[in-house]
């Protein structure tokens, strides 16, 4: 693996371990939302903001799968996991 891909693997890192905390966070609204007395609209709002995380989570790892991909074509390695 060269510096730059490296150095992309390094940010789809860093983007990962980003949305998982924003994942975490909205977890926890939520559930402060359905434990209190909220209008249902603002839990649903935000649920559909968890799942938009979770789209970006998965778009996330998906996109440091195709760097692994591409570096092992290129180096002739396997894929880590």
Same mark, same amino acid.
Do not use: W, Y
């Given at each position: 693996? @060269?510096? #730059?891909?490296?150095?992309?693997? %390094?940010? +789809? @890192? =860093? !983007? $990962? +371990?980003? %949305?998982? =905390? !924003? /994942?975490?966070? #909205? #977890?926890? %609204? $939520?559930?402060?939302?359905?434990?209190?007395?909220?209008?249902?609209? %603002? +839990?649903?709002?935000?649920?559909?903001?968890?799942?938009?995380?979770?789209?970006?989570?998965?778009?996330?790892? =998906?996109? =440091? #799968?195709? /760097?692994?991909?591409? @570096?092992?074509?290129? !180096?002739?390695?396997?894929?880590?996991?």
């Amino acid at each position: 693996m @060269d510096d #730059q891909e490296r150095r992309h693997l %390094v940010q +789809a @890192d =860093r !983007h $990962i +371990a980003e %949305v998982k =905390r !924003h /994942i975490a966070r #909205q #977890q926890t %609204v $939520i559930a402060r939302l359905k434990s209190g007395n909220h209008p249902t609209e %603002v +839990a649903e709002l935000a649920e559909s903001m968890l799942e938009a995380f979770e789209g970006s989570l998965r778009a996330f790892e =998906r996109h =440091r #799968q195709l /760097i692994l991909r591409l @570096d092992s074509k290129t !180096h002739g390695q396997r894929p880590d996991q």
